[in-house]
């Protein structure tokens, strides 16, 4: 709807796709609803798919009278969301989201609760499909883990720079960690927040420890550098990037968010500590940098888990499912 197609570039050849110019207008909701509808007539889809909440007015377009069936996906929210919800869009959900056309669908246990419970939404009509990802991509490198005393312990993080994802966490943690030790710290992605961060980690006094490497559309590689990955967020539901450090043999030292702590083997949950608390963030890095044996076994547990539960295969066949209207 910001007339942005990059991710056209990811569809296989020989995917056939439209481009259609729908514009709305900022702040707009009510003006936008008829334009949308419009727009479904002339199409006349065989379903409407929207995702998070800058498209539930596309659902509310086809409330009544529905045109077609209609999947409304929700991952996550963003910085205004991250301590609680906001009246409007609980409101605004409840009214659009409710249409006996509708399913809605959650990758996390958090937020299948948040749709019951705060939005109120039918629980027939809510799916959960956890998140999936391909694990043999991210199969386990050589990393400095293993004994050498003269090379640094790489900690690390992947996401996209922005506020929520509290990167200025990690900065502070990593600074305290790394007082008595010798580590690296792997900073992968790009975003609004990259220069802000930068300055930060000069005044942490960090920045010659500190690598920007910038977005990629390979975390693997870079996963592959670190030895310890760490999540600082705000809000998350069911992050991908922890998933990928699992399936990639990492170690994880987290701050409690979203699901982490049900997604981790058993063995990694003495390395979550509670939403926000930067002091017990630094505590379980340094813990994890200070045991190579443990952070090594720590990290082929969560291998194992991910490839046993949170496999790409299983969340394809559920959305397979979905989309063909077979009920579980």
Not at 134 to 163: H, I, K, W, Y
Request: with cysteine; charged share 25%.
């Amino acid at each position: 709807m910001d007339s942005n197609y990059a991710a056209t570039a990811l569809l296989e050849a020989d995917v056939l796709w439209e481009k259609l110019d729908v514009m709305a207008g900022r702040h707009k909701t009510l003006a936008n609803v008829p334009f949308f509808r419009r727009a479904l007539n002339a199409q006349q889809p065989d379903a409407l798919v929207t995702y998070n909440f800058g498209a539930t007015e596309w659902g509310l377009a086809n409330r009544l009278l529905p045109i077609c069936r209609h999947i409304h996906i929700e991952d996550g929210f963003g910085p205004e969301e991250a301590q609680r919800q906001l009246p409007r869009r609980v409101a605004f959900r409840r009214i659009a989201l409710t249409g006996p056309q509708t399913t809605i669908v959650v990758p996390s246990e958090g937020l299948h609760r948040i749709a019951l419970g705060i939005w109120r939404l039918p629980p027939s009509k809510v799916r959960l499909i956890p998140n999936g990802i391909d694990v043999a991509r991210f199969a386990p490198g050589q990393r400095s883990m293993q004994p050498n005393e003269n090379s640094p312990t790489v900690v690390g993080t992947v996401c996209a720079l922005r506020a929520e994802k509290n990167i200025g966490r990690l900065l502070a943690a990593f600074a305290e960690a790394g007082r008595q030790r010798a580590l690296k710290l792997l900073i992968v992605g790009d975003g609004a927040e990259r220069a802000n961060l930068e300055a930060e980690a000069r005044v942490h006094g960090i920045a010659d420890r500190t690598e920007f490497t910038g977005a990629t559309d390979r975390p693997e590689y870079q996963l592959a550098r670190m030895d310890v990955f760490c999540l600082s967020s705000d809000t998350e539901q069911m992050p991908l990037g922890v998933l990928e450090a699992m399936a990639a043999g990492l170690p994880v030292a987290s701050v409690d968010v979203g699901d982490v702590a049900q997604m981790l083997s058993p063995e990694n949950l003495p390395f979550v500590v509670p939403a926000g608390d930067t002091a017990g963030l630094a505590r379980v890095l340094g813990e994890l940098c200070d045991d190579k044996s443990k952070a090594v076994s720590v990290g082929h547990q969560n291998r194992s888990r991910v490839q046993a539960t949170y496999t790409l295969s299983k969340m394809v066949e559920a959305y397979d499912r979905l989309f063909s209207g077979m009920n579980d």
